[in-house]
């Protein structure tokens, strides 16, 4: 299992690194890490540009496991500040109709997960000695990116039913059973989405999670990405990237020792 750890931290600070050299290739943030408001504040994209080296800095010290936890964990409550104070505003206040349809907090969403899957990233490695009064704030929210990312997922999953015919457009043509797959993918999503809050076969719903959305990076987001690079600010490339982290993320939960089913809890407690 520490095999699949390892994997998943990486492609996680891949997918994070990748995110943080789109953004210095534009000199502007990907939509799911702030959204274009209205008139840029001025020194704008000299901030998208630090943020973007503070990307690629995190990522490496999870990848070389140098001050690797306490990195993570600042990603993390960047993200959650990001989302906070950067996606929640603009949808209620710049676009309001915006709140009614799941489907348009795609973007906030994909960063709530991001955010989660830092703190699990976190929770992976074993405790570094520091005072920093914020890493021990934050490390108090190491247990709860899980629920984060879970969101996430089951939002996801939801959506694949409310918006089934746009889903089903981006399953290739080749495979065939478009709308199967697209109702498939969005159960698998719910019902792993689920299985990870509720403990119950967590290890095995957060592996076929991971494999699952693994699958999706490679035969749809890359051909996407390779066909459509610059399309739309290069979005499917960031799309592509945010799948590879989601799979990274799924794979280090399934592989939390703290994790256990419900199951197993009560089957222990007749004992």
């Not at 209205?38 to 990307?55: D, K, N, T």
């Amino acid at each position: 299992m520490e095999i699949i750890r390892k994997t998943g931290r990486i492609c996680y600070a891949l997918a994070m690194a990748g995110v943080g050299i789109h953004q210095l290739f534009y000199a502007d943030f990907c939509n799911f890490i702030f959204p274009a408001w209205p008139h840029p504040f001025a020194g704008y994209s000299v901030l998208a540009c630090l943020l973007s080296l503070f990307f690629v800095g995190c990522s490496l010290a999870i990848i070389f496991e140098k001050k690797a936890k306490s990195s993570a964990l600042v990603l993390g409550g960047i993200l959650l500040i990001l989302l906070f104070f950067g996606q929640v505003p603009y949808e209620f206040i710049i676009i309001p109709y915006k709140k009614t349809h799941l489907g348009l907090w795609t973007v906030a969403l994909k960063e709530l997960a991001l955010a989660g899957g830092a703190f699990c990233v976190a929770g992976s490695f074993a405790d570094e000695k520091s005072s920093n009064f914020s890493i021990h704030l934050l490390e108090k929210l190491i247990p709860i990116g899980r629920f984060l990312f879970c969101t996430t997922m089951i939002s996801f999953g939801i959506s694949h039913f409310l918006y089934i015919a746009s889903v089903a457009d981006m399953v290739p043509a080749g495979i065939g059973s478009r709308y199967f797959w697209a109702y498939f993918a969005g159960v698998a999503l719910i019902a792993g989405g689920a299985a990870i809050v509720l403990n119950i076969y967590l290890k095995l719903a957060a592996l076929l999670m991971a494999a699952m959305i693994f699958i999706w990076f490679i035969f749809l987001h890359i051909p996407d990405a390779i066909s459509n690079p610059l399309v739309d600010h290069g979005n499917e490339i960031t799309a592509a990237l945010s799948a590879l982290a989601f799979s990274g993320i799924a794979m280090v939960i399934a592989t939390s020792p703290a994790h256990q089913s419900l199951i197993y809890k009560r089957l222990i407690s007749i004992q």
